[in-house]
């Protein structure tokens, strides 16, 4: 979660109002416009009113409630340049609002502006919306069934309907029967990603943005081949203005498009790219990758939750990923992106005094207050009685009546090994994760062993987030082993994708005859193995 502090235009709100926001994003030329959605679902704005997006004649620091959002269960607002607004709800609902001038609200005409929220009809009539994009004047939604819908302006193919006419009401893009998962969009491009990890791209290409080879305006989508040649399976993407930007199930990131400020990255001289190239390799495996069709920046999260940045920052050309300080990505479009603006529906930390959580991280290990040490490969933690019995069922009836063969004050765990116990004791003190990939498989094996549900499917999320080559393997025979499901599921369908590097990796060979088994069985009734 964002820091509320870091955003310019959220710092003269009332605290009041601001502990009660639960999310927002952040618009505009500079960075000077928001839409807020509180935790008792409702909608305020505030900002320099560019269209008369308010609703009201002037702009306003103070917010201004959107009556016609409130109790919409809205679930995320997208912007463009002008801008033009679009809000979707829970139920799937599409709304608009703002700059009209080129039909980009698909409300049916290209009046100059619509100062309150519409309703999007048309093609969307009927359809259960679950993702929205923007770019700089058109608009996206994609549907429960994966079928993807454009309007807006269309001057260089953007909406991807095989012309160049505007449309002012949702047009659906010629994607070949394809099934999208995600729509990403640029100032006048857009990307979109199928089920099966193919990216395809159309629209203004003068940049290579599009990916095909060329710098041809392409008006109807085409598959970025580069990516389906290299057997890449493509699991997130984003877009710049005028950049593009893929992530890999396996981490890694592929960049193509404009590099004038070097947010291509990977110190390639400035020089646009017409086709895909893997970058930032020296970062380790990222999980996450963020732009937005306002800025020229890149950022990206590493899989031990490092963020890193390039392009162009705060005014400055930097061509090699630079390492922030920052908990996560959206600080660092608060701090250093051109203008400052939010990539996504961004939730912000509650201001707040020193915690009961701050108090339990002290106490661990702290042997001035302990009544009790656990024993770990000849290593001290030093522990609380009535917090181990309060906090987990298998310490308190350990330290019962049940622990015949202990000494009183000191506990000995001789069935996993040390940074297993020190990050479950670190869980149950504070709740929080914190393993090292290489311990968080026994992480799971001692949350199972232990029956603490919410510990095991934190530590599935978090192995899920690290898949690879050289791990699926050992990750899949793991969620076979500790029956977790959803880490079984992503690791089967990691081995369908990269079947033949799994099966040459050291940790296939290793696998013991079950999991093997299950594994082939699995994937031969997947058809995997037909000619």
């Given at each position: ?85 679009l ?100 100032h ?92 930032a ?16 920046i ?12 390039w392009g ?78 309060l ?63 919410s ?26 082993q ?37 594994l ?8 995997i193995?037909?000619?």
């Open positions: 979660m964002s820091d509320i502090k870091r955003w310019t235009i959220l710092s003269l709100l009332e605290p009041g109002f601001v502990e009660n926001i639960k999310e927002c994003v952040v618009f505009g030329s500079a960075g000077c416009e928001a839409l807020i959605h509180t935790k008792d679902d409702e909608v305020y704005g505030l900002g320099t009113n560019y269209c008369c997006w308010l609703g009201v004649p002037s702009s306003s620091f103070e917010p201004i409630k959107i009556d016609l959002l409130c109790g919409k269960r809205i679930r995320k607002f997208g912007y463009g340049s002008g801008p033009h607004l809000a979707l709800s829970e139920i799937g609902e599409v709304f608009a609002w703002g700059h009209n001038s080129f039909g980009q609200l698909g409300l049916g005409h290209n009046n100059q502006h619509c100062p309150t929220p519409v309703l999007v009809t048309g093609l969307l009539t009927g359809q259960k919306a679950i993702h929205i994009a923007c770019g700089g004047h058109h608009s996206a939604a994609l549907s429960d069934r994966g079928e993807l819908f454009c309007w807006g302006l269309n001057s260089s193919g953007q909406l991807g309907i095989g012309s160049t006419i505007n449309q002012d009401t949702p047009r659906q893009s010629n994607l070949h029967h394809r099934v999208i998962k995600d729509v990403a969009c640029g006048n491009f857009t990307l979109a990603l199928t089920e099966n990890g193919e990216v395809f791209a159309w629209g203004y290409n003068e940049n290579g943005q599009v990916g095909c080879g060329n710098v041809s305006t392409q008006v109807s989508p085409v598959l970025v081949e580069t990516l389906s040649i290299s057997n890449t399976v493509i699991s997130q993407i984003a877009c710049g203005y005028a950049h593009s930007l893929a992530l890999c199930d396996e981490g890694r990131l592929w960049v193509w498009g404009s590099n004038g400020c070097g947010q291509l990255g990977g110190n390639l001289m400035r020089k646009n790219l017409t086709e895909p190239v893997h970058t390799k020296d970062i380790d495996r990222v999980v996450e990758v963020a732009a937005t069709h306002l800025c020229n890149t950022v990206v999260a590493n899989k031990k939750g490092k963020v890193f940045m162009n920052v705060r005014g400055q050309s930097i061509t090699s990923p630079v390492e922030t300080r920052f908990p996560c990505v959206d600080d660092a479009f608060a701090c250093f992106a051109s203008p400052a603006v939010t990539f996504r529906m961004t939730r912000f930390e509650n201001p707040r005094q020193p915690s009961l959580i701050d108090a339990m991280r002290v106490a661990l290990d702290d042997p001035s207050s302990s009544d009790i040490r656990i024993v770990v490969e000849g290593h001290v933690i030093y522990a609380h009685k009535a917090i181990l019995k906090r987990c069922p298998y310490f308190k009836s350990r330290l019962g009546e049940l622990w015949s063969e202990g000494s009183g004050n000191q506990i000995e765990i001789s069935d996993f090994s040390y940074n297993t116990v020190r990050a479950f004791m670190h869980w149950v003190y504070t709740d929080e994760l914190v393993v090292d990939p290489d311990d968080a498989i026994g992480l799971l094996e001692l949350a199972t062993c232990y029956l603490e549900t510990l095991k499917v934190r530590c599935e999320t978090f192995l899920r987030k690290g898949i690879c080559v050289e791990n699926a393997a050992a990750l899949y025979a793991a969620g076979l500790f029956d977790a499901p959803e880490l079984e599921d992503s690791c089967y369908r990691f081995c369908i994708d990269h079947m033949a590097a799994v099966t040459q990796s050291e940790n296939f060979r290793k696998l013991d005859a079950l999991a093997m088994r299950h082939i069985c699995r994937a031969a009734k997947a058809g193995f037909k000619k």
